[in-house]
């Protein structure tokens, strides 16, 4: 049973990177596409990228210019960069399995302020 | 914002049936295949019905999906207490190289 949990700072100041980490357990990240989704208070959902470890990589056009996806498969771990970010990426951070988001993990909340 | 729209809320009383309809075009729904999604607040979202129509193991046959041309539809029959939660549909998009899209999602409360 493949399970995800998020982890990273809560708080990130505006104009810095958000950087979050996906451990996953239960299989080995080769088997499947890993996708980052976010949510802002109050909001709907926002699918972020999602990416298979063969380096195939699809980003929401919205923020491909901020955003870096990568896995490592020694390690089970997928991970989200987000550059310049702003109060408007405060969100609850999902990663989860397969490109349509078969499986999620709990979320992390990131706040971005000073 | 999101290219496919939802109402923002709906309601019903246990027992009664429910659609929840999701607008989209050509580039998502009307050229791939639509999945429904059940948020209950301070959980992680769950895969209600993917592939438009079929059910992951354990959800009960009473969700179903459908679609027609650009527009994808989620039925709840039989509605319970528990069923109250938001509902997402979603859809690749072809355009921009292709990238997943939400809904803007609805409200369900159950009366």
């Known amino acids: 049973q493949v399970q995800l949990q998020e982890s990273g700072p809560g708080l990130v100041k505006p104009s810095e990177t958000l950087s979050l980490t996906c451990n996953v357990s239960g299989g080995p990240i080769s088997n499947y596409y890993l996708s980052w989704v976010r949510q802002p208070p109050g909001k709907g959902l926002e699918w972020i990228g999602s990416i298979y470890y063969s380096g195939t990589i699809n980003y929401n056009p919205s923020l491909k210019s901020r955003v870096t996806m990568s896995v490592d498969m020694s390690n089970n771990v997928l991970s989200l960069r987000l550059t310049s970010v702003t109060a408007a990426d405060t969100a609850v951070y999902y990663c989860?399995?397969?490109?349509?988001?078969?499986?999620w993990g709990q979320g992390t909340l990131v706040t971005v302020s000073s | 914002q999101s290219v496919l729209s939802q109402p923002p809320s709906t309601s019903g009383t246990p027992g009664q049936t429910v659609v929840i309809s999701c607008s989209g075009s050509?580039?998502?729904?009307?050229?791939?295949?639509v999945h429904w999604y059940q948020h209950l607040p301070g959980t992680a979202p769950k895969l209600l019905i993917h592939?438009?129509?079929a059910r992951p193991s354990g959800v009960p046959a009473r969700f179903s999906g459908s679609k027609s041309g650009t527009s994808a539809s989620l039925t709840i029959s039989g509605l319970q207490s528990e069923d109250e939660a938001d509902y997402y549909c979603?859809?690749?998009?072809?355009?921009?190289?292709?990238?997943?899209?939400f809904g803007t999602g609805t409200k369900l409360t159950v009366i």
């Open positions: 979603a859809a690749w998009d072809d355009t921009f190289n292709g990238y997943y899209v």
């Open positions: 989860a399995k397969d490109q349509t988001a078969r499986l």
């Open positions: 592939s438009t129509f």
């Open positions: 050509s580039s998502n729904i009307g050229s791939n295949t």
